[in-house]
């Protein structure tokens, strides 16, 4: 099956600070990746959708200058929390969608942790 | 509104015995509905998909339109089928999903 990944795994930050984490295709190209923040014992809640070459878009109440997204190629999309504060301190997952089957792949997650 | 339900947050069962977990739908048009597995610390991993009307790992799933559901069975739990269990809804022609609360299967020995 198709494979994601995520970057890091997990971080730990202080309050104020900037973190990038990476999700990436390994073995196909996705033009669509999906952003997601899935809180303790809690589903998961799309935050944005990114698309290569274009800007993101965003879910109701998600903050775009909060949470930056860039889909720069086919394989590689990054989301940055700016500035941030320990209520951001989540679990965020990436998915990739497989076109050849209409299905969103999952990566690992990546848990960040705001002091 | 699209909306998925899954009404139990656990569901306690002992080896060998039956299984269905839950799920209901609100969507105005026509649904496309999947099942997820998230295994103990691993990542989410899609289980079944209606439209493919296919077994996985000896679970099942039948869309029922009239009702209004997607509950996921399967006859006879084993205790490696332990996880949280997702039910989602694709939202439209984007492939956005929206997802159900999640249902944690705990197979007893």
């Known amino acids: 099956g198709a494979v994601v990944s995520q970057h890091p795994s997990w971080v730990i930050c202080k309050s104020g600070t900037s973190v990038k984490i990476e999700c990436r295709s390994l073995d196909f190209q996705a033009t669509t990746m999906f952003w997601y923040r899935q809180f303790p014992k809690q589903s998961l809640m799309l935050m944005a959708t990114?698309?290569?070459?274009?800007?993101?878009?965003?879910e109701q109440g998600v903050e775009k200058d909060k949470f930056l997204i860039n889909h720069a190629s086919l394989t590689l999309s990054t989301l940055t929390v700016t500035s941030a504060h320990p209520e951001d301190s989540s679990f965020y997952i990436c998915s990739a969608l497989f076109t050849g089957e209409f299905t969103q792949y999952f990566g690992p997650g990546t848990r960040l942790t705001v002091l | 509104a699209q909306r998925v339900t899954q009404p139990e947050k656990l569901l306690s069962v002992f080896k060998g015995a039956p299984v269905e977990l839950k799920c209901n739908y609100s969507?105005?048009?026509?649904?496309?509905l999947f099942w997820y597995v998230q295994y103990s610390r691993q990542r989410l991993q899609l289980l079944l998909r209606?439209?493919s009307r296919e077994s996985i790992k000896g679970f099942t799933a039948d869309l029922n339109k009239g009702e209004t559901s997607f509950h996921l069975k399967k006859p006879f739990a084993q205790e490696e089928d332990s996880a949280m269990y997702y039910c989602?809804?694709?939202?439209?022609?984007?492939?956005?999903?929206?997802f159900g609360s999640g249902t944690r299967l705990l197979v007893r020995p």
């Open positions: 969507y105005s048009g026509s649904p496309e």
């Open positions: 989602a809804l694709r939202r439209d022609s984007s492939y956005k999903l929206i």
């Open positions: 209606h439209i």
């Open positions: 990114s698309n290569e070459g274009s800007k993101a878009t965003y």
